[in-house]
T-cell receptor, first 115, second 116 residues
Framework: NAGVTQTPKFQVLKTGQSMTLQCAQD?????MSWYRQDPGMGLRLIHY???????DQGEVPNGYNVSRSTTEDFPLRLLSAAPSQTSVYFC??????????????FGNGTRLTVT | AQTVTQSQPEMSVQEAETVTLSCTYD???????LFWYKQPPSRQMILVIR??????QNATENRFSVNFQKAAKSFSLKISDSQLGDAAMYFC?????????????FGGGTRVLVKP
């Protein structure tokens, strides 16, 4: 079982560069989301999706774009990287919360450094 | 907006002993879910235990149990018979039953050190 797969595991960018963090899940989950983790702040929600073609902003969406063209994939795009985006990024997925308090399944994270 | 607070940045416990991690949250809602996640050095996020707010009975999972005090908005995690493999960051998280998407609000985390 692959679960939630994130690529790459590590990435270094220069300020102003753009890139896409990939996320794929094979559990047929409707819900997918992106979080960033910074020291002392836990995880904060960037963007989320409740199904193919539907996305919405979370707590810290500025500087990031998402799209959901298929159930399986939910890429996160950094449009013009800034040092403030240095963080660890997690993708997560789940069934609809109506399915017995469906817990989130997390990918293994991407450590991004912007210089 | 909901907030989750973990007031202990770090806790240390002797192997085989018990440690309790604190978590408080702020919400005006009555229907919600609470979670504890473990993050070992591998960075993986692992669900430890979950609690539905409408349930009065405290959740337990093997050596892990919670003390859920709804009126006090408190959700502490007790790790019994601590093992070296329990060393990790632990995050408390809140999810509204009403919010769109499966959105979690996390606390800042507590690092647990286990001494042999």
């Amino acid at each position: 079982n692959a679960g939630v797969t994130q690529t790459p595991k590590f990435q270094v960018l220069k300020t102003g560069q753009s890139m896409t963090l990939q996320c794929a899940q094979d559990m047929n989950h409707e819900y997918m989301s992106w979080y960033r983790q910074d020291p002392g702040m836990g995880l904060r929600l960037i963007h989320y999706s409740v199904g193919a073609g539907i996305t919405d902003q979370g707590e810290v969406p500025n500087g990031y774009n998402v799209s959901r063209s298929t159930t399986e994939d939910f890429p996160l795009r950094l449009l013009s990287a800034a040092p403030s985006q240095t963080s660890v990024y997690f993708c997560a997925s789940s069934y609809s919360p109506g399915v017995y308090n469906s817990p989130l399944h997390f990918g293994n994270g991407t450590r991004l450094t912007v210089t | 907006a909901q907030t989750v607070t973990q007031s202990q940045p770090e806790m240390s416990v002797q192997e085989a002993e018990t440690v309790t991690l604190s978590c408080t949250y702020d919400t005006s809602e009555s229907d919600y879910y609470l979670f504890w996640y473990k993050q070992p050095p591998s960075r993986q996020m692992i669900l430890v235990i979950r609690q539905e707010a409408y349930k009065q009975q405290n959740a337990t999972e093997n050596r892990f149990s919670v003390n859920f005090q709804k009126a006090a908005k408190s959700f502490s995690l007790k790790i019994s018979d601590s093992q070296l493999g329990d060393a990790a960051m632990y995050f408390c998280a809140y999810r509204s039953a009403k919010a769109a998407g499966n959105k979690l609000t996390f606390g800042g985390g507590t690092r647990v050190l286990v001494k042999p």
